[in-house]
């Protein structure tokens, strides 16, 4: 070999050769990452304060999301409301019409809460009867971290499934509208209705067919006057400092 064979016959590359080799690899890292950023699944909720996206994150929570994105494409979450504030805590709503009657649901899904996902300020979740595997279509936002809601070896959580990405100012404001008694609610229910106009789905990606619209309202408990053996109904009225006890502003009975 003369001094001008500069190949890499010794596994030395010339730069041009590593050129050549670097194309492929920066190819396949560009497609990688338009397929990722093809199966974000994102919704946007609607309401008369304004609007928020949430990107789900269904490696964590397939079995939530599913369900939730169910309730989503056979428009059932259009015109419920926001039925309990709690400024620096959470706001829930879905589960409730204008009208303040309990919207129908499909069944209940297992609880996903031990997926690693904490509720940490402007994270999603699913709200539930007093037992673990009862959430069907309330969904919550985080307004503030609440460890308390997450699981511990000792008690079930709440299972979160996405984040806010958009419009998280649109939740602080709904967070500190004015509370009190609304309808069948005692307490913590907007003065002024904030109302889910719609939630709709940004984008596809690998989101699943729609699920079949509900026809039947469920039967739903009073809360218990003691506290449960399992965790509470909906997330307790104020952040407490150990494990909540008896669940307050749950849905009402039908």
């Not at 929570?61 to 926001?82: C, M, Q």
């Not at 602080?172 to 309808?183: F, L």
């Not at 069948?184 to 699943?208: H, R, W, Y």
């Not at 809360?223 to 104020?238: D, K, Q, R």
Request: glycine share 10%; hydrophobic share 40%.
């Amino acid at each position: 070999m003369g001094p001008w064979d500069t190949g890499g016959f010794y596994g030395i590359e010339s730069p041009a050769m590593k050129k050549l080799t670097l194309l492929p690899a920066l190819l396949g890292l560009a497609l990688s990452f338009q397929s990722q950023a093809a199966n974000i699944e994102r919704v946007r909720v609607t309401t008369n304060f304004g609007a928020f996206v949430v990107e789900m994150q269904r490696d964590r929570a397939p079995l939530t999301i599913e369900n939730f994105l169910g309730y989503v494409k056979s428009d059932g979450y259009a015109n419920t409301l926001f039925h309990r504030v709690i400024a620096n805590f959470v706001i829930q709503g879905g589960g409730v019409g204008q009208d303040f009657k309990a919207m129908p649901t499909l069944k209940a899904i297992p609880n996903e809460a031990g997926n690693g996902l904490k509720n940490l300020r402007g994270t999603v979740g699913l709200a539930r009867a007093s037992g673990p595997h009862t959430g069907d279509r309330q969904i919550y936002v985080n307004v503030a971290d609440n460890a308390d809601l997450d699981p511990l070896p000792t008690r079930w959580g709440f299972a979160v499934f996405g984040r806010v990405v958009e419009g998280m100012e649109v939740v602080d404001r709904i967070s500190v509208s004015p509370t009190g008694a609304m309808g069948p609610f005692k307490q913590e229910s907007p003065m002024q209705p904030v109302v889910i106009q719609k939630i709709e789905l940004l984008t596809d990606g690998i989101a699943p067919p729609a699920r079949a619209t509900p026809s039947a309202v469920p039967t739903e408990a009073p809360p218990p006057t003691a506290p449960p053996a399992t965790p509470p109904a909906t997330p307790p009225a104020t952040p407490p400092a150990t494990p909540p006890g008896n669940p307050t502003g749950a849905p009402p009975p039908k």
